[in-house]
């Protein structure tokens, strides 16, 4: 069986077809355990006084996205998420900088308000001016990431001669 997951991959599950509650948890990696706690905190089963408990896709879809959908925490634009206190957080004042990397999107950086840690936000390069005045960050000049080679001339191909 799969290693537990809080985020399942809710395209794995048929809108239109009805599953079994074993079928569930193979399809999804949890126990049968799990699946009937999820009926006790509000999963409705298409008729629960069968043998056999049967929950349509679409019921099962809703419900995954409705429990996923709350731990989400959005964002606002002027703040940044704090890993240690697991929210959204407003950086420190003159504690954010922008630490570009080679390839990817820009990452912004600070000092959570509350707790003193780091705090972290991606953006996207055509939103980086948004965010360089929310923070009032400094316009970053062009950065370029120099790799460095080095090189012996003095390399012997007959070492083990």
Avoid at 43 to 67: C, H, M, T, V, W
Avoid at 73 to 78: D, I
Wanted: net charge positive; charged share 25%; glycine share 6%.
């Amino acid at each position: 069986m799969k290693k537990y997951n809080k985020t399942f991959n809710t395209n794995k599950i048929k809108s239109n077809f009805p599953y079994y509650v074993c079928e569930i948890a193979e399809k999804l990696g949890v126990t049968k355990g799990t699946v009937y706690a999820w009926i006790k905190e509000g999963l409705q089963p298409i008729d629960g006084n069968a043998k056999y408990i049967i929950i349509s896709g679409s019921e099962l879809r809703r419900f995954l996205k409705n429990r996923q959908d709350k731990r989400k925490s959005k964002c606002k634009s002027n703040e940044m998420f704090c890993f240690k206190c697991q929210l959204p957080r407003r950086p420190l004042e003159g504690k954010t900088s922008i630490v570009a990397t080679k390839g990817s999107n820009p990452n912004l950086t600070g000092k959570c308000s509350v707790c003193n840690s780091q705090i972290f936000r991606t953006v996207s390069p055509k939103n980086l001016p948004e965010f360089i005045n929310n923070f009032k960050l400094e316009q970053p000049q062009s950065i370029h990431l120099v790799e460095s080679i080095t090189t012996t001339s003095n390399y012997n191909q007959n070492i083990g001669a």
